[in-house]
């Protein structure tokens, strides 16, 4: 898009203040990962993470970043949610659902949606940081679809929403000018269809 994705502008506020208030009620605390001017303005008093690996690696160095994090802040947390900076949609529910999939406790629980992974949209469990550490500095490709499939994993289906303004994909991102005007286009006709 040509400019940082947190501070583009999607109904008069930025992409990371929608985010971030989507975000709150699901999570106990939040933590913001991106590669930005570190004097950026940040919603509430969350704390701006920098890559623990250097040269901008890729989302799988921020994912690696928040697990250092979440270990030192809160040493009985057994996971960590991510959730990207470009998709204002996501469900009310994510983290709640995401959670209740797990089973054996070691699992990565990532969001489905259309038949389609979303794999910034997971549940990590924060056991694999090492692993996650090796494999960033090991493959030059980083994938993040890889990186998953080396581990016990869970898929979370959720629907397409059904809205008074009709369908909409709850993980509908946000890369290019014309999404952008798309998820203008969303906002206007959710914020209409509201009693």
């Not at 605390?29 to 930005?36: D, G, P, T």
């Not at 994912?63 to 996501?90: E, G, Q, R, Y």
């Not at 898929?155 to 993980?171: I, N, S, Y």
């Amino acid at each position: 898009m040509g400019k940082q994705k947190a501070t583009v502008m999607l109904g008069g506020r930025s992409m990371l203040a929608r985010v971030v208030e989507r975000l709150s009620p699901q999570a106990a605390s939040i933590a913001i990962n991106i590669n930005a001017d570190p004097g950026i303005a940040l919603p509430g008093n969350h704390p701006l993470l920098v890559d623990t690996i250097p040269g901008f690696p890729g989302p799988l160095a921020g994912v690696l970043t928040a697990l250092h994090h979440a270990s030192k802040i809160a040493p009985a947390a057994s996971h960590v949610l991510t959730v990207p900076i470009d998709a204002p949609f996501f469900p009310a529910t994510l983290a709640a659902r995401l959670q209740g999939a797990l089973v054996a406790g070691d699992e990565i629980a990532v969001a489905w949606s259309g038949g389609e992974m979303h794999p910034l949209f997971a549940l990590w469990p924060i056991a694999i940081a090492d692993d996650l550490d090796a494999w960033i500095r090991a493959d030059e490709k980083r994938r993040v679809r890889a990186f998953i499939a080396r581990h016990p994993s869970v898929a979370v289906d959720f629907p397409v929403a059904a809205t008074k303004a009709g369908p909409l994909d709850p993980f509908f991102n946000v890369n290019t000018p014309q999404q952008l005007e798309e998820a203008e286009e969303w906002l206007n006709r959710l914020e209409d269809s509201e009693p």
